[in-house]
């Protein structure tokens, strides 16, 4: 079945990893891709020491989408085009049972990978393959086709009062 976790609220990615945890614990086999997230993102230590699931390439520096400047932009979209290319191969031909792509939706608004390719990967997906979509604003058809679908709404966030993320909380 498919999923998808958006919105402007916190949760997305932890809803993510629970799933992920969930379903590794239940032998069943995962692969976690992340787009605009670096290798230190704290997730990303529990998970890669986590039995069945197989964590894809994060770089090791990266600025948010609206620090960049075009040529940043598109150095990203190169990385994120390879990350996403080899990953659905990678789904494919190991046969996972469950793939995640986390900010996925993210990297589609920022034109840095195609909704259609990644559209067409999840629709065409093994009906055995669980799918796992987060980030903000997914385009519409991803909601159509979801069979899960949980909007993250943010109340309030400390943010907000200009305090930034934490490490272990946010990141």
């Keep these: 079945m498919i999923h998808v976790y958006y919105g ?5 990615t932890t809803a993510a990893v629970g799933l992920a945890a969930r379903a590794a614990g239940s032998n069943m086999k995962v692969l976690f891709v992340q787009f605009l997230k670096t ?11 986590t039995e069945n699931v197989t964590l ?6 990266l600025k948010f989408t609206f620090e960049m400047d075009e040529k940043e932009k598109a150095q990203a979209a190169k990385i994120f085009k390879g990350i996403f290319d ?11 049972d469950m793939v995640v792509l986390d900010e996925v939706f993210d990297v589609i608004n920022n034109d840095m990978i195609s909704e259609a390719e990644v559209f ?11 799918i796992v ?3 903000h604003n ?8 979801a069979d899960y679908v949980t909007e993250f709404k ?5 943010y907000d009062r200009g305090i930034t993320g934490r490490i272990g909380i946010e990141f």
């Excluded at 943010?154 to 400390?158: E, L, M, V």
């Design 8 to 12: 402007d609220g916190k949760g997305k």
């Design 39 to 49: 290798e230190f993102s704290g997730e990303r230590h529990t998970l890669s020491h």
């Design 56 to 61: 894809t390439f994060c770089p090791l520096e």
């Design 86 to 96: 080899s990953s659905v191969t990678t789904a494919l031909t190991e046969r996972y």
């Design 120 to 130: 067409e990967f999840v629709a065409n997906a093994p009906a055995s393959m669980e």
């Design 133 to 135: 979509m987060t980030g």
């Design 138 to 145: 997914p385009p519409e058809r991803f909601i159509d086709i």
């Design 154 to 158: 943010k109340i309030k966030h400390p």
